[in-house]
């Protein structure tokens, strides 16, 4: 079994963190585009171009299914690229759903975070009216968090003052929830946890997104045991030496958010 991961830069390997230890058995093909990084900024038609040539890239190697672990790409491509292909195409959506389950009366509200191209696109709005939670749900861009990301930049004093700087805009007093409505995001989540109110929740769609792949691959019969490889691409180039041991930090960074994480 192999399965394709895509994402616009190192944001979704938060997702291929969680697929790996749900899916052992899997051979994993990992497509950063980082030659093109950062999406949020740039016009529509532009990044389904880059999207479009990744899943042809993904689809070369012989994919039995494709997560495009970015909100962004999901927001605007999804439909497109499931009416070309065959093969399951699992996409994200920020986790409005399950963040509203957490809003406890009618003067609460829902932080939802993400690129600017997440947060104004249709699907999102037409999640969030359909689940009758336009009141309570707040939208809050954060494009920088994107890039340092992709700077593996964490815990700096320019990503606390950035973060309260966008966090200052809002009451978070009266919020429940913030939604990591980006890939790039959980990576920052020890850094949000100290700098936002203690009753709040962070959520992202990371688990549940890896456990809908799971689902589908045993629905479709393929057998999840054996022994599991990655390779990673940027761009459709293969990593080098240098490049790997920058997504094995990544993994290492996870591991460690995990431990600090826990309740």
Same mark, same amino acid.
């Given at each position: 079994?192999?399965i394709g991961f895509?994402?616009?830069g190192?944001?979704?390997?938060?997702v291929?963190?969680e697929?790996?230890?749900?899916?052992?058995g899997?051979?994993f093909?990992y497509?950063?585009d980082?030659k093109?990084?950062?999406?949020?900024?740039?016009a529509k038609?532009? %990044?389904?171009n880059?999207?479009?040539m =990744?899943?042809?890239f993904?689809?070369s190697h012989?994919?039995?299914?494709? %997560?495009?672990a970015?909100?962004?790409?999901?927001?605007?491509a999804?439909?497109r690229?499931?009416s070309?292909?065959?093969?399951?195409?699992i996409?994200?959506e920020? =986790?409005?759903?399950?963040?509203?389950?957490?809003v406890?009366?009618t003067d609460?509200?829902?932080l939802?975070t993400?690129t600017?191209?997440t947060? *104004?696109?249709?699907?999102?709005?037409?999640l969030?009216?359909?689940?009758?939670?336009g009141?309570?749900v707040?939208l809050l861009?954060?494009?920088g968090?994107?890039?340092f990301?992709?700077?593996?930049?964490f815990?700096?004093? =320019?990503?606390t003052?950035y973060?309260?700087e966008? +966090?200052a805009? +809002?009451?978070l007093?009266?919020?429940?929830t913030?939604?990591?409505?980006c890939t790039h995001?959980?990576?920052?989540?020890?850094t949000i946890k100290?700098? %936002?109110?203690?009753?709040?929740?962070?959520?992202?769609g990371?688990i549940?997104?890896?456990?809908?792949l *799971?689902r589908?691959?045993e629905q479709?019969g393929?057998?999840l045991?054996g022994?599991k490889?990655?390779?990673?691409?940027?761009?459709?180039?293969? =990593?080098d030496?240098?490049?790997q041991?920058k997504?094995?930090k990544? +993994?290492?960074?996870?591991?460690?958010?995990?431990e600090k994480?826990?309740?």
């Amino acid at each position: 079994m192999k399965i394709g991961f895509f994402d616009s830069g190192i944001g979704g390997v938060t997702v291929l963190y969680e697929a790996v230890k749900l899916l052992p058995g899997a051979d994993f093909i990992y497509y950063a585009d980082t030659k093109n990084v950062p999406y949020g900024p740039k016009a529509k038609e532009e %990044v389904f171009n880059y999207i479009a040539m =990744a899943m042809e890239f993904l689809v070369s190697h012989e994919v039995d299914a494709i %997560v495009i672990a970015c909100n962004t790409a999901t927001s605007i491509a999804i439909e497109r690229i499931r009416s070309k292909y065959a093969i399951p195409i699992i996409g994200m959506e920020p =986790a409005v759903k399950p963040a509203l389950e957490n809003v406890r009366g009618t003067d609460r509200s829902v932080l939802v975070t993400g690129t600017q191209l997440t947060l *104004k696109e249709e699907k999102l709005h037409n999640l969030i009216a359909r689940l009758e939670s336009g009141n309570v749900v707040e939208l809050l861009p954060l494009p920088g968090l994107v890039q340092f990301a992709e700077r593996l930049e964490f815990n700096s004093e =320019a990503v606390t003052a950035y973060l309260k700087e966008q +966090f200052a805009r +809002f009451d978070l007093e009266n919020c429940d929830t913030i939604v990591l409505g980006c890939t790039h995001f959980p990576y920052f989540k020890d850094t949000i946890k100290e700098l %936002v109110p203690a009753h709040i929740s962070i959520i992202d769609g990371s688990i549940g997104t890896a456990k809908n792949l *799971k689902r589908i691959m045993e629905q479709r019969g393929f057998d999840l045991a054996g022994k599991k490889t990655i390779t990673f691409y940027n761009s459709g180039v293969e =990593a080098d030496c240098q490049e790997q041991a920058k997504f094995d930090k990544l +993994f290492a960074r996870l591991r460690m958010l995990d431990e600090k994480m826990k309740p």
